[in-house]
């Protein structure tokens, strides 16, 4: 069966660090571009960054440029999403999800049919 499964997530302090790693399973991910998002209570799921399939290119939203890094370990059939500087406004469920092949519109949640099951990353003092 087709899985991803998220972790990394946890309680931070602002300006902190944490590193969200997306396991696959049952697939091999050197095939499929990845994508990240998040969606915080009260609000609707949002692009956060994704990495294409062959080509490596990668997208963030304006929101963590300059401190959020996607990367892909495809020996390890994992990605990550590596998130510093972190803010109270980064608290949120996040999710890794995978579609086979590229796209040049990855931030788009309605690309993607396969999801992993979402972890919490809470930024507070």
């Known amino acids: 069966q087709l899985q991803l499964v998220e972790s990394g997530g946890g309680l931070v302090q602002p300006g902190g660090s944490l590193r969200l790693s997306c396991r696959a399973s049952?697939?091999?991910?050197?095939?499929?571009?990845i994508g990240w998002f998040r969606q915080a209570p009260g609000k609707e799921r949002e692009g956060v960054s994704c990495?294409?399939?062959?080509?490596?290119?990668?997208y963030y939203t304006d929101s963590v440029k300059g401190r959020f890094t996607i990367s892909r370990d495809n020996a390890k059939n994992t990605a990550y999403l590596q998130m510093n500087s972190l803010k109270p406004e980064d608290t949120a469920v996040y999710y890794c999800?995978?579609?086979?092949?590229?796209?040049?519109?990855?931030?788009?949640?309605?690309?993607?049919?396969?999801w992993g099951q979402g972890t919490q990353v809470t930024v507070s003092s």
């Open positions: 999800a995978a579609l086979k092949g590229i796209t040049t519109d990855c931030l788009n949640q309605r690309m993607y049919p396969y």
């Open positions: 049952g697939f091999t991910l050197d095939y499929y571009t």
């Open positions: 990495i294409n399939r062959s080509t490596g290119t990668t």
